[in-house]
């Protein structure tokens, strides 16, 4: 199969763009700070996103090193809004599509945010992303998952290469779509 290759558009990473996917998990000019007075004001609390699991959530470190800017697997989840929460400031890219009823998503959707590294998000649940790529040699990740998920993810089938468990699709987008997605930074 010959696999037809597809522009992602790059859009910077603003609450109002990340709005079909997920929230921005940041400090922002549409975070409201939480009624919460202790401290004299030295300490501000904000609810800037509506994560949700059901399930055993863990905390994963992911240490990404910078790769193409190709997107090879696409994934979603089923039960739980997934949190990316960049450290040290390193800016990243996050390839995402809104959540669809379908095996794929609608690839006129799919966008590269770019992330300067002051912010994460959390997706909505079905979201369709790939995992976030670094922008400069490395950068480091935490990831907010369900264990279930981190599960499947380790129980790879051998013979696809693809996950499919009750949290989680992850598929090849060559075999199983004829397409590869690229983008571009500059």
């Known amino acids: 199969m010959t696999a037809k290759t597809r522009v992602v558009?790059?859009?910077?990473?603003?609450?109002?763009?990340?709005?079909?996917?997920?929230?921005?998990?940041g400090r922002h000019s549409a975070a409201k700070p939480l009624p919460i007075q202790f401290y004299e004001g030295s300490v501000q609390t904000y609810r800037t996103v509506d994560f949700r699991s059901d399930e055993q959530t863990e905390l994963s470190l992911a240490h990404v090193r910078r790769r193409p800017f190709e997107v090879h697997w696409i994934e979603r989840h089923f039960k739980h809004t997934q949190t990316f929460i960049p450290l040290g400031g390193a800016p990243f890219i996050a390839v995402m599509a809104p959540p669809t009823e379908?095996?794929?998503?609608?690839?006129d959707q799919l966008r590269a945010y770019r992330f300067d590294g002051s912010a994460g998000f959390t997706m909505k649940l079905g979201t369709w992303h790939e995992?976030?790529?670094?922008?400069?040699?490395?950068?480091?990740?935490?990831?907010?998952?369900?264990?279930e998920a981190t599960q499947s993810l380790i129980d790879t089938d051998p013979a696809t290469g693809e996950?499919?468990?009750?949290?989680i699709q992850k598929q090849d987008l060559v075999k199983q779509h004829g397409v590869r997605l690229r983008f571009d930074i500059e």
């Open 9 to 25: 558009p790059l859009v910077e990473a603003t609450p109002e763009a990340l709005a079909s996917c997920g929230e921005l998990l």
């Open 102 to 107: 379908g095996d794929l998503p609608d690839l």
């Open 131 to 147: 995992f976030p790529f670094a922008v400069e040699d490395e950068a480091d990740i935490v990831v907010i998952l369900r264990r």
């Open 163 to 167: 996950v499919r468990g009750p949290d």
